[in-house]
T-cell receptor
Framework: DGGITQSPKYLFRKEGQNVTLSCEQN?????MYWYRQDPGQGLRLIYY???????QKGDIAEGYSVSREKKESFPLTVTSAQKNPTAFYLC???????????????FGDGTRLSIL | GENVEQHPSTLSVQEGDSAVIKCTYS??????FPWYKQELGKGPQLIID?????GEKKDQRIAVTLNKTAKHFSLHITETQPEDSAVYFC????????????FGTGTRLTIIP
């Protein structure tokens, strides 16, 4: 089955620690995205990548970092600089993220990060 | 940048009745409008989308309408069923630089049996 796999489903972090959230897709999609979802709010874009070895900051990139070394993988690191990291993190992909392509974004089932 | 407002934030309808969720957007350059359904503990699922060269699109019990002049679009669900209960999000895409989606704040739809 093709899809987007996020792991782990639940993650706990101590103050001052960095943690990395995994996102893997086997849809052969070029573009991948990371969103943050807080209760009662819409999704906010953290980072996105239109192609391998390239990524751009979204609206709330501070305190986060990403890499895109392989087409199928787009891990997100939540650093200790992120002051309010508790949230539901969602990864998405689309077949083509170029300007004007208007391709649907498909989401994984998320990782819930909590601070101990 | 784009701003998307979504109403209502909660909606309860009797099973079999219709439900309507409305969104407005601010950027007249936006040209792609998807709708997502999110169940508890899951990621959003795309249920229907519309592009700005189309005024209406239907898929079985779900329809979306777009009014570019007024900059608003709506989701219509007919003959609602208990499994339609979920949170629904609208979004708009501005494609000047990238395919960035701006989301509304969501509508919690409850279908009353």
């Amino acid at each position: 089955d093709g899809g987007i796999t996020q792991s782990p489903k639940y993650l706990f972090r101590k103050e001052g620690q960095n943690v990395t959230l995994s996102c893997e897709q086997n849809l052969n999609h070029d573009a991948m995205y990371w969103y943050r979802q807080d209760p009662g709010q819409g999704l906010r874009l953290i980072y996105y990548s239109q192609i391998v070895n390239d990524f751009q900051k979204g609206d709330i990139a501070e305190g986060y970092s990403v890499s895109r070394e392989k087409k199928e993988s787009f891990p997100l690191t939540v650093t200790s600089a992120q002051k309010n990291p508790t949230a539901f993190y969602l990864c998405a992909s689309s077949i083509d993220g170029r300007v004007g392509s208007n391709q649907p974004q498909h989401f994984g089932d998320g990782t819930r990060l909590s601070i101990l | 940048g784009e701003n998307v407002e979504q109403h209502p934030s909660t909606l309860s309808v009797q099973e079999g009745d219709s439900a309507v969720i409305k969104c407005t957007y601010s950027d007249s350059a936006s040209n792609y409008f998807p709708w997502y359904k999110q169940e508890l503990g899951k990621g959003p699922q795309l249920i229907i989308d519309i592009r700005s060269n189309v005024g209406e699109k239907k898929d079985q019990r779900i329809a979306v309408t777009l009014n570019k002049t007024a900059k608003h679009f709506s989701l219509h669900i007919t003959e609602t069923q208990p499994e339609d209960s979920a949170v629904y999000f609208c979004a708009a895409s501005e494609d000047r630089v990238n395919e960035k989606l701006t989301f509304g704040t969501g509508t919690r739809l409850t279908i009353i049996p």
